[in-house]
């Protein structure tokens, strides 16, 4: 199904300048729990280790703005970025970076989340990639290198918070009963 997806929704063409990929994370809680952590464009830092404060500038819809102040650690302290999708029908968000003091120029990204069963459960595949410019000095494999180690964390955090709340939710259901 991953190859499936990707090839739906995660096509980007990279020009000789830039680089592109993917990130898939599959995480042990409900579809409408993930969605509800990535559907925040206005609150990146809810699952975003190296976001410590997001602003958006404008109404919360496609075109909306945010400015994000990124934690010490990564080479860049802000980000200005653009909502470009948001389908809560098929899970899908899509953002690109317009501004900010990093190297990351012309980033554009899709995350999708789909559902799934693991262990039993229902669960979610997420999906993020990614196209970027290849900065001066830098191959097309040290920039995807940089950026999928990104993702990758940034997917691991978004697994621990949505499986903290899918269990949270399960503790609350057994209570009622």
């Known amino acids: 199904m991953e190859a499936q997806y990707i090839i739906r929704h995660h096509r980007h063409h990279p020009r000789a300048h830039q680089c592109s990929s993917s990130v898939v994370k599959h995480i042990k809680a409900p579809v409408d729990i993930v969605w509800s952590a990535v559907r925040r464009f206005d609150q990146p830092q809810k699952y975003k280790p190296f976001v410590s404060r997001c602003i958006v500038r404008d109404d919360f819809k496609i075109g909306s703005v945010r400015e994000v102040n990124v934690k010490s650690g990564l080479p860049a302290t ?25 190297r990351l120029k012309n980033y554009s990204s899709v995350i999708t989340v789909h559902p799934e069963i693991i262990d039993g459960i ?16 830098n191959t097309q494999d040290e920039t995807c290198y940089f950026v999928n180690a990104v993702i990758n964390c940034n997917l691991k955090s978004l697994a621990v918070v949505s499986e903290r709340m899918a269990l949270q939710g399960r503790f609350k259901a057994v209570d009622q009963f």
């Open 78 to 102: 802000t980000s200005t970025e653009m909502l470009e999708l948001l389908d809560d029908q098929e899970h899908i968000l899509g953002i690109k970076i317009v501004g900010g003091d990093h």
């Open 122 to 137: 229902p669960g979610a595949m997420v999906i993020e990639s990614f196209v970027v410019d290849v900065p001066e000095g």
